[in-house]
């Protein structure tokens, strides 16, 4: 009996020198937590660069949507749907094709909160005849930058990848390329 008293009290010393000693320092105990388990508080994670073994995949969702079957068709993004959307499947139904406007970027400061934060978007022209396209627009304050000048134009059923970066004036870049069909 004395022996698991004495026992006892080695563990309960030890744990109330373990307090004593870190005492206000709990900020080391959470940092050996983030450490060893790659716990972090918050959503953002600005302590220096941060790394993904075994890739890193990133969601949102795809939005599909057509448009009317007459004439040249316009539509605008709206900010909420660039920030809860990755990718966009648009079915052109118009023989004119349509022109697909991003929102301003006074619209989108939730988007890419902080200078030089980037993301990227995929846009597909779902319709199954080549020669309806899907023009992609610039809304104010975004300048779209590519190899030639028609990688803003998707043909149908191809894609574009829009990969956009925020200036430290708060306008962005969005480099695009169309992507063919390669089989």
């Known amino acids: 009996m004395k022996e698991k008293l004495t026992t006892v009290g080695v563990i309960l010393a030890l744990g109330l020198s373990l307090v004593g000693v870190l005492g206000n320092e709990g900020s080391v105990v959470r940092e050996i937590v983030r450490e060893q388990v790659g716990a972090a508080p918050g959503p953002d994670h600005r302590n220096g660069v941060e790394y993904f073994y ?14 009317a079957s007459s004439g040249n068709v316009a539509g ?8 809860r959307h990755n990718c966009f499947k648009v079915t052109v139904n118009a023989q004119g094709g349509m022109t697909l406007t991003l929102p301003a970027t006074s619209t989108m400061s939730s988007v890419l909160p902080a200078v030089g934060m980037h993301r990227t978007w995929i846009i597909e022209n779902a319709t199954s005849t080549t020669g309806t396209t899907l023009t992609v627009a610039a ?4 300048n779209l930058v590519s190899v030639t000048t028609n990688d803003d134009v998707i043909d149908g059923t ?6 956009c970066w925020r200036r430290a004036d708060h306008d962005w ?11």
């Open 54 to 67: 075994d890739g890193l995949a990133d969601g949102g969702g795809c939005m599909a949507t057509s448009t």
């Open 76 to 83: 605008t993004l709206t900010a909420a749907q660039m920030q």
């Open 139 to 142: 809304g104010t304050g975004i």
């Open 158 to 163: 191809e894609r574009m990848v829009m990969d």
């Open 173 to 183: 870049d969005c480099r695009v390329d169309e992507l063919l069909n390669a089989d």
